[in-house]
């Protein structure tokens, strides 16, 4: 698992390689989905969910992201991740997603770009929890799984979607 473009290109990122609970996103997908956002992630405050080893929010520091907030229950890997690149521009909470996103609420926080990655059989619950604190205009980016798009709140339109594999992206838009 390595970083793909940007600032810190070609570094290689660690990860347990014998986790079950561990689903890092492929560099494929991570390729794609950062040429799907281009020049977006420049400048923008960006939530990395369920961030595992923290390869998507280290790709958005890397290609220029302004701040990124990395929030799983455990952050051993993100955190020696960010060691080892060096970065600055980066927040890690050891937390659970629900508990964080209303912590994120009440300290009225808001991002441009959030990405969510949750365990596959979960679903996307947090998704109407992520547009309370995504900015107007903002991009809210899910993966999933690709053999069926899961059940979202009745305030969430996908705009567009993406298979890969087993991962399928979805891009978020709140129904207003």
Known sequence: MRI???????????????????????????EALFSIIGARVVGAQFLDLYAGVGSIGLEAVSRGAREVVFIDRDTRYIQANIKKLGCENTRV???DVPRAL???A???ENFEII?????????????????????????LIAETAAV???????DA???????????KILFLEKNF
């Open 93 to 95: 909470y050891r937390n």
């Open 102 to 104: 209303q912590i994120l």
């Open 4 to 30: 793909i473009a940007g600032q810190y290109k070609r570094r290689l990122l660690d990860f347990p390689k014998n986790n079950p609970d561990l689903r890092p996103t492929k560099d494929l997908v991570k």
């Open 157 to 167: 339109r996908i705009t567009d979607e993406r298979c890969y594999g087993s991962a």
């Open 115 to 139: 990405f969510l990655d949750p365990p596959y059989q979960q679903g996307l619950l947090a998704v109407s929890a992520c547009f309370a604190i995504l900015k107007p205009a903002g991009l």
């Open 106 to 108: 009440a300290r009225k």
């Open 148 to 154: 069926r798009t899961p059940e979202l709140p009745p």
